[in-house]
């Protein structure tokens, strides 16, 4: 199949559907505005949304989020949803490799304008703390094999015990922290020693944490329940399951490559290998990834532990004046067993999501009691240099989307145009120049992440809230970012 | 059999991938695209230049076919710079039967003061993954996740 051989129709203003053809089972559909589509028409972005569409077992569509870019089998920004009684299949490439990528957002009770002058020693403190860039690691002492285990099995809640997370964190964590299907077994050695000494580590590329403020609300009232009132600073980290995900991603892929013979499963795309959710290597598969998934929740608490350390620090200020606290975190590369009605029915599903994050509205059982009136938090990070979003569950999001919206801005420029286009520039001190002060350790980095290779994640953002999925809260501008 | 040791610079290309990056290598017989292709992903992670040849580390592997060798061997290549933190100056491969592999890698471990690095390279993927022989000698094409 080729791109000229999706046929496109408009079916709202933000919402397009490519027509079922030959090899599909179910149409596509893609969250988009106008000037979305017309960039999606020169990548194969779309015709991944179609090759996802011949998945077997795949219900009712293959979706795509508007921060939809090309990836590899899937497109990032991708939803899939299989049917485990109809013979449905899971694929690490409906995931990625790096499982349970995700986003947490901790809040503090300083507003910034007090703190600004001290905006250098927190970043500085921020970018000591928190091993960052190729290679990082330490900065937890390594795991041994018991206690890598307990992390695969436990994950967040591994690290009550160590003193790095609370009970009030874990409820403000997706999942709680832990997916119960989890099997340590299944995780090889070779993942095992890619993750032990990774706990609490950032990584690359488009990874970081950053110091942002509260700069608009849309939603006063919700924007309170969620601690967020303006000029209030808060701490974004966006990382995943590290080396440890991406070995187990590996291993299985070439686990399905053998299971689409034995199956005889046809993919129209090898990064599409899968293999019947209900079958040793589906089982094998979910039971790996899902202790990475419980890894990648470790990780981003570890961080946040070793964040709230470095606030304390540089700003001089007590545990109480600090107030550190988690609002949410959000994993946007898993699948999932999920419980979705779908036309009337109840079905268990396994609901792939690769660049898309989960989204509940008002009422959902797995909104965690906190926040069950007014929805499950939405965490969508932008680029360095503009804006994020907090956003809120809507009543459409389970009729649409499986219960999913949009992860971050997604990319507008190659990492190789960017770079190009960075020649002559100072990065750092363009940044500084907007107000945001940046350390990395990787200087390519910075050019590939500038903040003009994204698109605007505001029009991200608004395509969910005009479709119902998701409801904007809050918007944070970024004053200190660190990165790899 | 035969020993080869990768030309430098390694005949590669970098291609422009959304988020991520393909990678273009050709050689005169497998043995030199395997070695090239693995100085490709090294220069991804690193600057090169400042890696120095100061230790050897040996291995063999086996996949079915040679693409699967392909992406057998440069996740060898990403698998000891996680766990070992080590990376590759000299790559000396040697294929057998086009899937099997034994290997000699001469470098060092990673030293933050003097290897600028680049970015983390999370895996090598098999989307559009090519590896050919033509009538001008051996081309493959790999897109790497970032």
Not at chain 1, 178 to 196: E, F, H, I, N, T
Not at chain 1, 219 to 246: E, K, Q, T
Not at chain 1, 258 to 272: E, G, H, T, W
Not at chain 1, 307 to 327: D, I, K, M, Q, Y
Request: net charge neutral.
């Amino acid at each position: 199949m080729e791109l000229t051989d999706l046929r496109l129709k408009r079916l709202a203003p933000w919402l397009w559907e490519i027509e079922e053809t030959a090899g599909m089972l179910v149409p596509g559909r893609v969250f988009a505005d106008e000037a979305m589509m017309s960039t999606l028409a020169q990548d194969q972005s779309l015709l991944q949304v179609a090759n996802v569409a011949h998945l077997k077992g795949i219900v009712k569509y293959s979706l795509a989020m508007p921060d939809i870019h090309w990836g590899y089998g899937f497109p990032i920004g991708g939803v899939a949803a299989t049917d485990p009684r109809e013979g449905g299949v899971i694929s690490p490439g409906g995931v990625g490799y790096d499982i349970n990528c995700g986003v947490r957002l901790a809040a503090t009770d300083i507003h910034f304008h007090d703190v600004a002058h001290r905006l250098k020693d927190m970043v500085t403190a921020l970018y000591q703390t928190i091993p960052c860039g190729v290679g990082s690691s330490g900065a937890v002492k390594k795991l041994s094999r018991r206690e890598l285990d307990e992390v695969l099995a436990g994950g967040a809640h591994a690290l009550v015990a160590r003193g790095m997370a609370t009970e009030h964190d874990l409820a403000c964590t997706e999942e709680n922290g832990r997916l119960p299907a989890a099997d340590p077994d299944r995780v090889s050695d070779r993942a095992k020693d890619r993750g032990a000494d990774q706990l609490g580590t950032l990584g690359s590329g488009n990874h970081f944490v950053e110091l942002q403020v509260v700069d608009q609300v849309f939603d006063p009232d919700v924007a309170r329940r969620l601690g967020l009132d303006i000029g209030i600073l808060a701490l974004f980290i966006h990382s995943g399951s590290r080396g440890l995900g991406y070995q187990v991603c590996e291993d299985f892929l070439q686990t399905m490559d053998v299971a689409l013979r034995k199956y005889n499963i046809p993919v129209p795309d090898r990064q599409l290998a899968c293999a019947p959710v209900d079958s040793p290597e589906g089982r094998g598969y979910l039971g790996a990834m899902s202790a990475a998934a419980n890894f990648a929740w470790a990780n981003r608490q570890a961080m946040m532990h070793l964040a709230e350390g470095a606030l304390l620090r540089s700003l001089g200020v007590s545990p109480r004046e600090l107030n550190f606290r988690l609002v949410y975190d959000v994993c946007h590369n898993v699948a999932k067993l999920e419980t979705h009605d779908v036309d009337g029915q109840i079905r268990e599903l396994c609901v792939h999501r690769k660049g898309a994050t989960r989204c509940l509205p008002p009422g959902h059982p797995l909104v965690p009691p906190l926040y069950r009136d007014i929805g499950q938090p939405v965490l969508i990070p932008g680029d360095m240099g503009r804006y994020s979003f907090v956003c809120v569950g809507s009543d459409k999001a389970l009729d649409l989307t499986f219960g999913s919206s949009c992860h971050g801005a997604g990319r507008l420029k190659s990492r190789h145009q960017a770079t190009r286009d960075s020649r002559g520039r100072n990065i750092v001190r363009e940044l500084a120049e907007r107000g945001v002060t940046v350390m990395a350790r990787g200087y390519k980095t910075l050019a590939e992440e500038m903040p003009e290779a994204y698109k605007d994640v505001a029009s991200v953002v608004d395509v969910m809230h005009e479709a119902g999925v998701s409801r904007k809260v809050v918007r944070l501008r970024p004053v200190g970012c660190i990165k790899g | 059999m035969r020993l080869m040791e990768t030309a430098t610079p390694a005949r590669y290309r970098l291609l422009a991938h959304t988020a991520d990056m393909g990678v273009f290598v050709k050689a005169p017989d497998l043995d030199g695209l395997l070695a090239s292709a693995a100085q490709a992903v090294t220069e991804l992670l690193v600057e090169p230049g400042a890696v120095q040849d100061r230790r050897e580390l040996a291995l063999e592997l086996e996949a079915a076919g040679t693409s699967e060798l392909l992406v057998r061997w440069l996740s060898e290549v990403l698998f000891l710079f996680e766990t070992r933190h080590f990376l590759g100056r000299r790559f000396q491969v040697r294929t057998a039967g086009g899937s099997r592999l034994s290997a000699q890698i001469g470098g060092e471990e990673l030293d933050w003061e003097r290897h600028r690095f680049r970015c983390e390279v999370k895996a090598v993927t098999r989307h559009k993954l090519r590896v050919e022989s033509t009538a001008r000698g051996w081309r493959a094409f790999f897109i790497v996740d970032l």
